[in-house]
């Protein structure tokens, strides 16, 4: 019985959320320590997430503008406040590396920021197997989570890099100049670290290796997480 218990908590998207079972030493029977470092790393990302978010409507206020957001607070809590907030169906159910897309295409209209922080947020919470919470037997996939990080490099290349037809960048972010502003870059390489850190003692954990790939920014594709 106990054992079944165990595997219900386990299984991603049904039944009950993770972190429901009743009493608090029942949750503390099927989480490990490698749990909470899982955990306590994935809060840290998305705390840099929504850092970027804030950054980057800062810097581009006609983005949240377009979202019909009151504020820029508005705008970055519709994103990640609302229940499931990245996971916004106003993007035409685009999700991971699809809105990510979205969000440097020329042609896009909307929102740029919400699409580029949406496709961020999904694109490395699928890296954690769709999961918030972490149990005995949740594994998590160290070649996802490298994969996440590598993809996270790129969109902050193409963020820094990806002009409208007129050559003007789609997106400000780093500022360069009289006064630099290399915030952006202090951001994304804690997100980047953050998951190399949990892919690598992933990797150790259960001794599956992980293909480690060189790619030209320039011409990288994103890798899949999932």
């Known amino acids: 019985m106990a054992a079944a218990g165990l595997m219900a908590c386990s299984s991603p998207g049904t039944g009950p959320k993770p972190g429901r079972l009743p009493g608090f030493a029942a949750q503390h029977l099927v989480k490990t320590d490698f749990n ?29 503008r377009k979202s019909d957001a009151r504020s820029i607070e508005a705008a970055v809590s519709h994103i990640f406040d609302e229940p499931h907030g990245w996971r916004l169906e106003s993007l035409g159910y685009r999700r ?45 996939d160290a070649q996802h989570l490298y994969n996440a990080a590598r993809n996270v490099e790129i969109a902050a290349w193409k963020l820094g890099n990806a002009t409208g037809a007129d050559g003007h960048l789609l997106l400000l972010s780093n500022e360069m100049g009289d006064v630099t502003n ?10 980047i670290g953050l998951l190399e850190a949990l892919s690598d003692v992933v990797e150790e954990k259960t001794e599956r290796t992980v293909t480690r790939v060189v790619q030209n920014l320039a011409t990288a594709v994103f890798l899949p997480v999932y």
């Open 96 to 140: 991971d590396l699809d809105a990510l897309t979205v969000a440097l295409h020329p042609a896009y209209r909307g929102d740029r920021v919400q699409a580029y922080i949406v496709g961020l947020a999904s694109m490395v919470q699928s890296a954690f197997g769709d999961r918030e919470e972490f149990y005995l037997l949740d594994d998590l």
């Open 36 to 64: 909470r470092f899982a955990e306590a790393h994935q809060q840290r990302i998305f705390i840099s997430l929504r850092r970027l978010a804030e950054k980057l409507y800062k810097r581009n206020p006609r983005e949240w």
């Open 182 to 191: 290399l915030s952006f870059e202090r951001d994304f390489g804690r997100v």
